[in-house]
């Protein structure tokens, strides 16, 4: 069993700063992609930020300078740290990771979500 639990998301004002982080348990051997997707009342699911194991970066182009995806590979666990956030920012964030377990089965693991809210 994997589990994905994120944590950091809340109401935040226009401008302000927002850390979420996403950590990965279980039966894991190694885990390759993480990411963030975002969804917003009556809109799709869309990716915001990706990072491989090696540390190479994606971004929604509407992120772009705003938000910064990291991950420490020791603890299992991605983040995202956003700035300058936006009223259009405000959605429920999901992380996600590739994961290959112990018994070498690959799949993709979803966290719950988190709310993030910009309004003044």
């Known amino acids: 069993q994997v589990q994905l639990v994120e944590s950091g998301g809340g109401l935040v004002q226009p401008g302000g700063s927002l850390r979420l982080s996403c950590a990965a348990s279980?039966?894991?051997?190694?885990?390759?992609?993480m990411g963030w997707y975002r969804q917003a009342p009556g809109k799709q699911r869309e990716l915001v930020a990706s990072?491989?194991?090696?540390?190479?970066?994606n971004y929604a182009d509407s992120v772009k300078g705003r938000f910064t995806i990291s991950r420490d590979n020791a603890k299992n666990t991605v983040y995202l740290q956003m700035n300058s956030l936006k009223p259009e920012d405000t959605a429920v964030y999901y992380c996600?990771?590739?994961?290959?377990?112990?018994?070498?089965?690959?799949?993709?693991?979803w966290g719950q979500g988190t709310q993030v809210t910009v309004s003044s």
């Open positions: 279980g039966s894991i051997f190694s885990i390759y992609s």
């Open positions: 996600n990771a590739d994961i290959l377990t112990t018994d070498y089965r690959p799949s993709r693991y």
């Open positions: 990072i491989t194991s090696g540390g190479s970066t």
